[in-house]
């Protein structure tokens, strides 16, 4: 009788178990973040841009902002989150926006090479060359493509992609 009790219970336990495992694991996995969904968003807006589809593009870049910006409130101060933000904004002409989001961004992590790199972008186009080659010499070690594309957009061999 113990033995059967005992049997039965196990039995129970490991179908609960198996059906809390199997439903929540299903659910959480296909749920993307609000980050997430931006970053998928820039990629699509970036292709559209580089196929000379601005409106398009400048659609999935505010929709990305949006979500940054929700991203931004429920974990605040993630460096990629800002400089996503700062790319975002930027690419929809707000370059005081924009650099307020990069400098957020480093002030939390001083060498990061995307928010160096964007922020570089930045202070060309806005023709400050002179701050555009103080990131530069943040990346000067990085052994990155970040310092490469930064480089070619301030000696003007190469125009800013994004």
Do not use: W
């Not at 495992?21 to 807006?45: C, E, F, M, T, W």
């Not at 580089?50 to 929700?70: H, Q, V, W």
């Amino acid at each position: 009788m113990i033995k059967n009790l005992l049997f039965i219970f196990c039995l129970v336990t490991l179908l609960t178990m198996n059906v809390h495992a199997a439903g929540s694991g299903d659910s959480s996995s296909k749920v993307k973040s609000h980050y997430d969904k931006a970053v998928s968003l820039i990629k699509q807006a970036k292709k559209y841009e580089k196929k000379g589809k601005t409106e398009k593009a400048n659609k999935r870049y505010e929709k990305a902002l949006t979500l940054l910006i929700k991203s931004n409130k429920e974990k605040p101060n993630q460096a990629d989150t800002l400089n996503y933000l700062g790319f975002t904004t930027r690419k929809l002409g707000d370059y005081t926006g924009g650099e307020k989001y990069y400098l957020q961004g480093l002030s939390i992590e001083p060498n990061h090479n995307g928010i160096n790199e964007y922020l570089g972008e930045l202070y060309v186009t806005t023709n400050r060359i002179n701050l555009a080659k103080e990131r530069l010499k943040v990346l000067e070690n990085c052994n990155c493509e970040e310092y490469n594309e930064l480089k070619e957009i301030i000696d003007g061999t190469k125009k800013s992609k994004y």
